[in-house]
């Protein structure tokens, strides 16, 4: 699969390799961090970069996805973060969204009991880490359970005839077009949903870290900056205690100020929102 390099796709953002270029040009060699490592730094900007895009400059990506047929599932993307909506798009470009169902099953079974999976002791390599081998099994597990009573809280109960007559009044609202349910034991998405949809749309917080060329906002740029250096002189023994309270106070006073900046709630925006809720009825 082709990989896509963003940082040319708008002059409001700035390549990693920038900021990075940037941070060491201005050091002296009087400076706390001026024996930094070139990896160091590298690690502590993605770190930052990934800390500030979560909390300040979230990068918020839309992404078209196939629907397992089969299982009824849809797979992660490779920079997923969190969930934001999903859901179908209809003819009038409008995203009809799913419903979150934290009751659907995603449940696995052990096949066999004497195997175990192809890892030779996990990522620490220790035998206690291996475990039995799991696959699919949604199925259900008893026959006993009715369904026939499902939408009984669907239904109007007519008081003044016992419920008798006059029971069904109609379904109520909240209906959508599917419902979904996040795995992340794994790393896919459940859909439940009766309109047979070969693909959906999946709106999501994407870990820009993760990226060919990973881009900071120019208004968090100062922020990163300072998160380097913060993290450089953290944890070393010769930087004065007093000079990291000034490095860590900087830092979160620069993420303000990003924060601030991108936040574009007007208003304007307000008052239109306010308004939604005032509607004309018909007087008699």
Do not use: W
């Amino acid at each position: 699969m082709a990989l896509e390099d963003v940082s040319a796709t708008g002059m409001n953002y700035v390549p990693l390799s920038q900021v990075i270029g940037d941070f060491k040009i201005t050091r002296d060699s009087d400076d706390f961090a001026s024996n930094a490592s070139d990896a160091a730094i590298r690690n502590f900007a993605l770190r930052g970069i990934r800390e500030i895009g979560f909390d300040v400059t979230s990068r918020i990506k839309s992404l078209r996805l196939s629907v397992n047929s089969e299982n009824n599932t849809v797979a992660l993307p490779d920079d997923y973060v969190d969930m934001l909506k999903i859901g179908v798009v209809d003819g009038d470009g409008i995203l009809r969204i799913f419903g979150q169902n934290k009751n659907i099953n995603y449940s696995r079974k052990i096949p066999d009991a004497t195997a175990t999976d192809n890892s030779a002791g996990g990522a620490l390599n220790l035998p206690q880490n291996l475990i039995a081998n799991r696959e699919d099994d949604k199925t259900a597990t008893t026959s006993d359970l009715s369904t026939a009573d499902d939408y009984d809280f669907y239904v109007f109960e007519n008081y003044l005839y016992d419920g008798t007559i006059g029971r069904l009044y109609g379904v109520g609202g909240g209906m959508m077009e599917g419902e979904y349910r996040v795995n992340l034991d794994q790393n896919r998405i459940e859909i439940d949903t009766d309109s047979g949809h070969s693909e959906v749309i999946l709106e999501y917080v994407a870990d820009e870290a993760r990226s060919t060329n990973p881009v900071v906002h120019v208004y968090a740029e100062e922020a990163l900056l300072s998160y380097i250096y913060y993290r450089l002189c953290e944890r070393k023994a010769n930087v004065p205690a007093n000079e990291k309270a000034r490095a860590r106070a900087e830092y979160y006073n620069e993420r303000r100020k990003a924060n601030r900046r991108l936040s574009n709630f007007t208003k304007e925006e307000a008052m239109r929102i306010t308004r939604k809720n005032f509607k004309l009825s018909p007087k008699y």
